[in-house]
Nanobody, 124 residues
Framework: QVQLQESGPGLMKPSQTLSLTCTVSGGSITTSYYAWTWIRQSPGKGLEWMGGIAYDGSTDYSPSLKSRTSISRDTSKNQFFLQLSSVTPDDTAVYYC????????????????WGQGTRVTVSS
């Protein structure tokens, strides 16, 4: 059973850089052909795919967030990370990490494992 757990700050100030960690257990983030992704849900809105990192280290990002987003990993700790720069109140959301596949990066309807989500609030 694969489990994912998000961690990070709950409260941010505008212009700061958000850093989140997803710790994976029960499976390796280097196993073919999975992709490890970040999705968020802002209050009153639907799910928004942000990007991900695949088993081979390749990455893909949402075009709307690409300029502010960086996703990386530490295979020795079986963790992957999200950095979102220059946050604004519009980045207030519940952030999820999940397992998908490299062949269906942003099709989160096909994802099989999700973390419980971590709430991030951006406020001055």
């Amino acid at each position: 059973q694969v489990q994912l757990q998000e961690s990070g700050p709950g409260l941010m100030k505008p212009s700061q850089t958000l850093s989140l960690t997803c710790t994976v257990s029960g499976g390796s983030i280097t196993t073919s052909y999975y992709a490890w992704t970040w999705i968020r849900q802002s209050p009153g809105k639907g799910l928004e795919w942000m990007g991900g990192i695949a088993y081979d280290g390749s990455t893909d990002y949402s075009p709307s967030l690409k300029s502010r987003t960086s996703i990386s990993r530490d295979t020795s700790k079986n963790q992957f990370f999200l950095q979102l720069s220059s946050v604004t109140p519009d980045d207030t959301a519940v952030y999820y990490c999940a397992r998908g596949g490299r062949d269906y990066w942003s099709d989160y309807a096909l994802y099989d494992y999700w973390g419980q989500g971590t709430r991030v609030t951006v406020s001055s």
